[in-house]
DNA sequence: GAATTTTGTGTATTTTTTACACAAAAAGTT
DNA sequence: AACTTTTTGTGTAAAAAATACACAAAATTC
């Protein structure tokens, strides 16, 4: 362990953190994972114990490559689940003076899309929680401000990267892919109408197989062309809606 | 001054700058503000002397509200050029672990627009020098990789603000402003679709004075019209090019 | 005054977006 | 087994937007 007091400089440094907001998709709502913020040892996380937080933690000066790295590395220590440093998206910088009450602390937020489905087991339900967007709770720190930042960029980068598909399981349903679309950008479509601009966009390809049972008509299983998507993705376009 | 090794800490800590992408527009061409590094007295400032460099540096840890203020202040200090804080956009973190040479340093990159003709006196000559995109030479540290960004960053955003305003003085005509968006998008417009375009935004209002003359036909004199603007712009608009 | 450069302008065609209603599939209910 | 309920799938006509395209007017240079 560190001797107190070891790391000296001539001029004062502020503290540096990586955030994560994890945004996963069930089917139907749009979820983020949390973590509660316990009295751990290191004396560096004894602020907003027991309220709920994004998992983040402190760069480590010596080993992580970049911030995105240490947001990978606590994401995986604080709530089991394992992305590459690709995965991560920076949102922006939260640096305002007093939002640590401890010392001055500067985090870089990031954002990760994941299939809910796909790793919910890999989730330490011990210490971090799926919650639906309308039912999150209030968070400590800024937290709150960079959850909305973060919402707002994903509803941004929507229009030009097809991130919805990293949110939905490889088979889907239009009704899905719609319900998504509306979940993000906060609006409503008619259904034929994005099914016409789906489909002209050639990137989804029907997947049958006999699927998830509903209690009504059976919707038809896509999956994503993923030649066609890769094209498309690298003239760079721009989905419209 | 302070003293050697006063600052203690229990755990590394990161030094953390912020740089500034400064464009002017001067009708014709896309300019950027740089400074050249020079072997000044403080000790953290002794790297890349000599080449040219982006505007900014330390965070005061004890008295910059944000990243951004720290930098407004560095570049007050290190151009003349005053800016509001709010003027500066941050375009992301750079922090790779070898990025500077002495120390772990995190910076946190920002774009801001200025209307060159206005603002071309208040540079300090001596320390600061405007350069047109194609002109800029290599740049210190991971400059170059920075000002990359921050043009993309400029790119996307010019379709959701209309940055081009920004840039061009109060007074402008429509091939300035075509040129501008031409310049920013690296693409040719249609000279009649692009005004039949901007006409149908509302936003131009004729301004009659007899101002710059050419070598040829002068153009029509427009300002921008504020009020349209502004609802276009809580209206959440999308210039589409 | 002739030549050159740059600006301003309108319309027809194509493409994209929008609005809109009914039938089929599956399950639950009586 | 028939009926009800819920959810899905599908096409076309009208409106709006984007595109393609050419000539005349203003000012300067020679």
Request: hydrophobic share 40%; charged share 30%.
């Amino acid at each position: 362990m560190a001797i107190k007091g070891q790391y000296t400089y001539e001029y004062p440094h502020p503290a540096v953190t990586a955030d994560s907001v994890v945004f996963g998709y069930d089917g139907k709502e749009l979820k983020v994972l949390l973590i509660k913020r316990g009295a751990e040892k290191e004396a560096s996380k004894t602020a907003f114990v027991g309220e709920w937080a994004l998992p983040g933690g402190f760069l480590d000066v010596e080993k992580d490559r970049t911030v995105a790295h240490t947001a990978a590395r606590e994401l995986k220590e604080e709530t089991g689940l394992k992305l590459s440093v690709k995965e991560f998206r920076e949102v922006g910088t939260f640096s305002d003076i007093k939002r640590d009450p401890r010392e001055r602390v500067i985090t870089v937020a990031h954002y990760a899309l994941v299939k809910l489905a796909e790793v919910e087991a890999a989730t330490d339900a011990e210490k971090a929680e799926w919650f639906a967007w309308a039912d999150i709770p209030h968070l400590a720190f800024d937290h709150d401000k960079i959850l909305r930042v973060a919402f707002s960029r994903l509803k941004q980068d929507i229009h030009f990267e097809p991130v919805g598909f990293e949110l939905l399981p490889e088979v889907f349903t239009l009704p899905q892919l719609q319900n998504l679309y509306e979940s993000i950008l906060e609006v409503k479509f008619d259904r034929r109408n994005f099914a016409n601009k789906m489909k002209h966009y050639e990137i989804l390809s029907e997947y049958s197989n006999d699927m998830p049972r509903r209690g009504t008509r059976t919707p038809i299983n896509y999956r994503f062309d993923k030649d066609n998507y890769d094209r498309l993705k690298s003239n760079g376009f721009q989905l419209e809606f």
